[in-house]
């Protein structure tokens, strides 16, 4: 298909397999959609032919089911994954990030990756398994493995409620909440959050929906550090995963 793109104008492309199927996308519109399943492969990036380009690598997205033990090593070659000491780490047979160990104290799997460590969203479809009071499932962004500094947007169940907190060199600041009454999160059940970090706003989203906007005016030590998905005293899935740079 014939397409003429403007010199120094930006264009969005999009390359998606889903085996048969592979897709191409100009600007979110579809131009190709083919059948091939001759050809097996890894995650790419992207390339020039006869002239020059540059490329804006700042989304990674882990779609739904379709993780791999490739993602999870760092094969891929925008990324790479690093776990905390506590709880164990995999990929279940439904392609989701797993936590499984139900006692573990503060788990943390987090992403080292292309967008940098400043300004970015996480989100992913969370399932808890096993939350009781007390425990706590969530994502964490800015996160600093070396003292465990980091925002963090959870739900308790105790109370219930969800939670927007920080965490400076051990000291825990809870810096807003909303009460769940009523809707309390059911085991087994999947659930959508999100988490965006840009300066000193943080934002919050539950369901899709704006739960949390907060300016963090002495942000202290959690100015860097990388986004995460975290569990407290439970197990959990995580699936849909998508980081952005904002």
């Known amino acids: 298909q014939a397409y003429t793109g403007l010199l120094n104008h930006p264009a969005q492309f999009r390359l998606e397999v889903a085996e048969p199927l592979i897709r191409a996308y100009v600007d979110h519109e579809l131009v190709f959609e083919v059948t091939d399943s001759t050809h097996v492969g890894q995650a790419g990036a992207g390339g020039a032919f006869g002239w020059g380009a540059d490329f804006d690598l700042d989304v990674l997205k882990i779609q739904q089911g379709r993780a791999s033990e490739d993602v999870q090593s760092g094969v891929a070659p925008h990324y790479s994954w690093s776990d905390s000491s506590n709880g164990s780490w995999t990929i279940n047979s439904a392609g989701k990030f797993e936590q499984t160990v139900g006692n573990a104290g503060s788990a943390f799997r987090y992403v ?135």
């Open 112 to 246: 080292d990756w292309v967008g940098g460590q400043t300004d970015y969203s996480v989100r992913a479809t969370v399932t808890p398994r096993n939350l009781a009071n007390g425990g706590s499932i969530g994502l964490v962004s800015r996160y600093d493995s070396s003292d465990n500094s980091r925002y963090e947007f959870v739900y308790q169940p105790g109370t219930p409620r969800l939670a927007l907190r920080k965490v400076d060199s051990g000291t825990q600041t809870l810096l807003r909440t909303m009460d769940m009454t009523g809707k309390a999160l059911q085991d087994g059940f999947d659930y959508d959050m999100e988490l965006e970090v840009a300066g000193q706003q943080i934002k919050a989203y539950w369901e899709g929906f704006l739960v949390f906007s907060y300016h963090d005016a002495t942000p202290g030590g959690v100015t860097t550090g990388l986004p995460g998905l975290h569990t407290y005293l439970c197990r959990g899935e995580f699936d849909d995963l998508a980081i952005e740079s904002r």
